[in-house]
Antibody, heavy 127, light 111 residues
Framework: EVQLVESGGGLVQPGRSLRLSCAGS????????MSWVRQAPGKGLEWLGF??????????EYAASVKGRFIISRDDSKTTAYLRMSSLKAEDTAVYYC??????????????????WGKGTTVTVSS | QSVLTQPPSVSAAPGQKVTISCSGS????????VSWYQKLPGTAPKLLIY???KRPSGIPDRFSGSKSGPSATLGITGLQTGDEALYYC????????????FGGGTKLTVL
């Protein structure tokens, strides 16, 4: 069974850092990109960024809203992706999801979509 | 404020059909691919449609996707009470080195 399990959430003070983990199983982890998405209380889904699979260099891209504060990495030997969040603010309070991301090559372009999601981990930023 | 605009809510009776729009511009949706996700409270988002109109295995054909110019549409036929959820469109913009944008979400109420 293909599965993603997030961990590392909890209560953290403003200004501190936190690292979330996303453990994958049931598929060849390194072949896939991994995305991070969050949902703040009462808000919609927000894509934070993703990291490409090894076949595409393993590089990361970020949403403008978190670029410079959040870092996505991966350890394919541990089939785990990470989201390192720094200088946390109250508005970072949310449920954080990781999602397996599939790349589709289409003529001279490409796109990604997220086909498998974890159940999420909750991050609360408060003093 | 997302570049993709969805109606805040739609509603229909069980058994009926509903459509949810996702409006952008010719430069974003018009040139890129749209996916749709269902979000039930307390659960992870679920992929319904990718590549504008493709259904993953396991998604019933009651769900359909289409795109025309700067807009995409999710259609749901034979509405069931279990379809009551939030629905999000998303667009992968390959012109910006790769970013994904979600629409604001639409709350579907099955009356």
């Amino acid at each position: 069974e293909v599965q993603l399990v997030e961990s590392g959430g909890g209560l953290v003070q403003p200004g501190r850092s936190l690292r979330l983990s996303c453990a994958g199983s049931g598929f060849t982890f390194g072949d896939y990109a991994m995305s991070w998405v969050r949902q703040a209380p009462g808000k919609g889904l927000e894509w934070l960024g993703f990291i490409r699979g090894r076949g595409y260099g393993g590089t990361a891209e970020y949403a403008a809203s978190v670029k410079g504060r959040f870092i996505i990495s991966r350890d394919d030997s541990k089939t785990t992706a990470y989201l390192r969040m720094s200088s946390l603010k109250a508005e970072d309070t949310a449920v954080y999801y990781c999602a397996r991301s599939v790349v589709v090559l289409n003529d001279d372009s490409y796109y990604y979509y997220m086909d498998v999601w974890g159940k999420g981990t909750t991050v609360t930023v408060s003093s | 404020q997302s570049v993709l605009t969805q109606p805040p809510s739609v509603s229909a009776a069980p058994g009926q059909k509903v459509t949810i729009s996702c409006s952008g511009s010719s430069s974003n949706i018009g040139n890129n691919f749209v996916s749709w996700y269902q979000k039930l409270p307390g659960t992870a988002p679920k992929l319904l449609i990718y590549g504008n109109n493709k259904r993953p295995s396991g998604i019933p054909d009651r769900f359909s996707g289409s795109k025309s110019g700067p807009s995409a549409t999710l259609g749901i036929t034979g509405l069931q009470t279990g379809d009551e959820a939030l629905y999000y469109c998303a667009m992968w913009d390959s012109s910006l080195s790769g970013v994904l944008v979600f629409g604001g979400g639409t709350k579907l109420t099955v009356l």
